[in-house]
């Protein structure tokens, strides 16, 4: 094992004095650091915080895929958040819930136009936010829209672009992980609230809960701050850091598309501040963000005999709520009422409302090809294993 330097942010509390085993954090280090030195991570961040206070908020490895020594993760280095950005669109919907301005059990098709059709018109919003609707897998080959969208030249109409895909199924069959489906919810917030989705969430929830190092457009001082996690990331974040505009992505139809499917980009300290929240019953120091029935419909089991066949698998019934992941098994050792949600295999924001225990972790692997799951199920028993 190298030396292990582990970079440490500011700390609020010591574990034991909130009923925590501050030694199963130097049991996650370790665990980590030999993730890092068989190079299947690049590095990894963390911040635990357990009865709304941090316990822990540190960083190891390194914060690109060179590993150069001078470039170490640290505990406000950025990454893409992925699709730990849906949890956060989640609650976005769910404030728009409680404002009276739709309900979840209504069709998409009332809010987007381009749905008002066979087979999409009966899609619910609550069969989206729980990846029931029907609409295609993300790694589906065939019919894909993100492939039909990338046909689209700036100005024409991505989402008539996606339905091109079609369904795989109808509503509720069977629990289809759609990324397309978020970027639906993305325009549906945007035609009821006037504003694009990326906006509202931001003046709704990224700054009432005082997130500033959490964008969907990092700039300069962000940027710098970024994880180059492969080679082709090393132009992007360098022109980020230059003030380039990207004039390419600009004149393209993604300049258009809401970043509703995965496009945050942040720290394991700032989205623990979504956890804490979830948490709280909605609230954060003092500032409200959504109510707590909101947060107790979201995280309720929604999916009932529905089937999961994604990414291999062969489940009966796929748990899961209007937002978050439910997923119980053998393979974990929290309470039964914690809910997640994963971000591209290396990214985990985990609640648990029983223990008021929360977990943020990012484990950005060498190779972008692969999951491994020592670096979320492993790491959530660890950190599970430290309450008193």
């Not at 962000?222 to 080679?231: D, G, N, P, S, Y």
Request: charged fraction near 25%; include cysteine; glycine fraction near 8%.
């Amino acid at each position: 094992m190298g030396e292990m330097i582990i970079q440490r942010g500011a700390i609020h509390e010591t574990p034991e004095l909130v009923g925590y085993d501050s030694s199963r954090i130097e049991a996650l280090n370790a665990h980590l650091w030999r993730m890092i030195d068989d190079k299947r991570l690049i590095g990894a961040s963390y911040c635990i915080s357990k009865d709304d206070k941090v316990i822990a908020n540190n960083s190891l490895g390194y914060s690109t895929y060179r590993r150069s020594p001078d470039k170490l993760m640290k505990p406000d280095t950025l990454m893409r958040a992925a699709s730990v950005t849906k949890l956060v669109v989640a609650v976005a919907i769910f404030k728009l819930v409680e404002d009276g301005s739709i309900r979840p059990d209504e069709q998409m098709s009332k809010y987007i136009p381009q749905m008002d059709k066979e087979p999409f018109k009966d899609i619910r919003i609550a069969e989206v936010l729980s990846h029931s609707s029907g609409l295609p897998f993300d790694s589906e080959e065939k019919a894909n829209p993100f492939a039909y969208i990338d046909e689209c030249k700036k100005g024409e109409d991505w989402i008539e672009a996606g339905l091109k895909a079609g369904v795989s199924c109808k509503p509720g069959e069977q629990w289809i992980y759609s990324s397309f489906g978020y970027l639906l919810l993305g325009a549906l917030i945007q035609n009821v609230t006037g504003i694009n989705a990326e906006d509202y969430i931001t003046a709704n929830i990224l700054d009432p809960l005082g997130m500033k190092d959490t964008s969907f457009k990092p700039g300069i001082e962000l940027a710098k701050r970024h994880l180059i996690q492969f080679e082709s990331h090393e132009k992007l974040i360098d022109d980020m850091i230059n003030g380039v505009n990207g004039s390419d992505e600009n004149d393209s139809i993604w300049s258009e598309v809401p970043g509703t499917a995965g496009g945050l980009h942040s720290t394991a300290m700032d989205l623990s501040r979504i956890a804490r929240m979830l948490c709280n019953g909605g609230r954060l120091d003092n500032k409200r963000v959504l109510g707590k029935m909101a947060i107790e419909k979201m995280r309720t089991k929604y999916l009932f005999n529905v089937p999961n066949y994604c990414w291999g698998a062969n489940d009966k019934e796929r748990l899961y709520g209007m937002g978050p992941d439910l997923r119980r098994g053998d393979a974990i050792i929290t309470s039964p009422d914690f809910f997640f949600h994963e971000g591209w295999g290396y990214l985990s924001l985990v609640i648990d409302p029983r223990e008021r225990l929360n977990a943020v972790w990012l484990v950005p692997y060498t190779d972008g090809d692969i999951w491994l799951p020592e670096s979320l199920l492993n790491v959530k028993n660890i950190i599970w294993s430290g309450l008193i």
